[in-house]
């Protein structure tokens, strides 16, 4: 038994040596023992979270409010038009002073003339006036000098235009029955194409250019975008548009609206615009009736201006007659007088209507509305 013990152990303690030893390097191969944190040899350090701040929150920009035109002073736009109408080269003037300049007048440059003048839109009746007053002031003062013959010309298309009428517009405010002022108020009618509503617009500017204080009324309700486009012309003076949120509204409530609106704030004038429809007479009489009874409940008509494209000759004669026997017209805007053979027209509208024309339109610009003045306008005419 004991040579038994003996040899197990003989046998078993290398061997367990071995298995020992490979157990160690087998260890070691897949890693080092993690390594255990250094004892802490003081107190334990606190942490303290600094506070949450907000982040500072920008502040929203303010909104500037858009900067209002200046409209151009009236003073110097009848000068700046006339040039404008001098340098279009009037055929009008230009034929007539290439006419009276020849050496000898015979009844076939007569004839040119009258027709000339036709042509332009003068009119018969006025076309016979000047005819006759040149032949004989041309036959009694024997006039050839180029210089002489202008004069003459120019002296006949004055009294022509007749510089005596008042073309003054009424815009000062008014006392009512019940003793408060009331603004003063224009009614603006045409038939639409005409710039109808651009120049109630312009019209707004002339009268901010005078220190007026304006209100404005869209009553041309039928068409989508005339209350949107007066709104941008009055927005950009500082001009308050009244104005209906549905389209095809009443047109004489919102003319209503608009002049007492212009009671409430103390607007020195307030202009409605008016739908340009010529369906038939009945139902334009109608409706422009409806709308001056509806006005004069707040205040009395001031003014009524017809719009008038000054290239359209007879047919805006023919519109011009409808509307004077309706709304009772006070005054005539002619736009789009650029030189053309139309210029006639002024003289014939007047004498058509009996009434004045007050402004005109030379051009495509914010202020190129102006009073209408006879004798620019004749030298416009004539290219002084």
Do not use: Y
Not at 48 to 63: F, G, L, N, R, Y
Not at 101 to 111: C, F
Not at 365 to 380: H, K, N, Q, R, S
């Amino acid at each position: 038994m004991n040579h038994t013990l003996d040899l197990l152990l003989a046998v078993g303690l290398p061997t367990l040596a071995v298995l020992g030893t490979a157990a160690a390097l087998v260890a070691r191969r897949r890693g080092k023992a993690p390594e255990l944190p250094p004892e802490s040899t003081g107190p334990a350090d606190v942490v303290t979270e600094a506070p949450a701040v907000d982040a500072p929150v920008p502040e929203a920009p303010i909104a500037e409010a858009p900067a209002l035109d200046v409209p151009e002073p009236v003073i110097g736009r009848l000068a700046r038009l006339r040039g404008r109408l001098a340098r279009s080269g009037s055929p009008l003037g230009a034929r007539l002073l290439a006419v009276l300049s020849r050496d000898h007048l015979t009844d076939d440059d007569w004839d040119e003339l009258e027709e000339t003048l036709l042509l332009a839109d003068v009119g018969p009746g006025p076309t016979g006036e000047l005819i006759d007053a040149l032949r004989r002031r041309v036959r009694v003062e024997g006039i050839r000098e180029p210089a002489a013959v202008r004069a003459v010309l120019r002296e006949q298309l004055i009294a022509l235009v007749d510089p005596a009428l008042d073309r003054s517009l009424v815009t000062a405010p008014v006392i009512g029955a019940d003793g408060a002022p009331r603004p003063a108020v224009v009614l603006v009618v045409g038939v639409n194409g005409t710039g109808k509503t651009t120049t109630v617009g312009k019209l707004a500017r002339v009268l901010v250019a005078e220190g007026h204080t304006v209100v404005l009324g869209a009553a041309d309700t039928f068409r989508a975008a005339a209350a949107d486009q007066l709104a941008t012309w009055g927005a950009r003076v500082g001009v308050r548009t009244v104005r209906s949120d549905r389209e095809g509204a009443d047109p004489a409530a919102v003319a209503f609206d608009a002049v007492r609106s212009g009671c409430e704030t103390g607007a020195d004038v307030v202009l409605v615009d008016t739908a340009g429809r010529l369906q038939n007479k009945a139902g334009l009489m109608d409706e422009l009736g409806k709308i001056t009874r509806v006005i004069a409940r707040e205040a009395p008509l001031s003014e009524v201006l017809l719009v008038l494209d000054a290239t359209t000759g007879q047919n805006g004669l023919n519109q011009a007659r409808v509307f004077a026997e309706v709304a009772g017209v006070t005054g005539i805007v002619l736009t789009k007088l650029d030189g053309t053979a139309k210029g006639g027209i002024v003289v014939a509208v007047q004498r058509e209507l009996g009434v004045p024309v007050k402004l005109i339109g030379l051009g495509e610009g914010p202020d190129d509305l102006a009073p209408f003045d006879a004798e620019d306008f004749v030298d416009g005419l004539l290219g002084d």
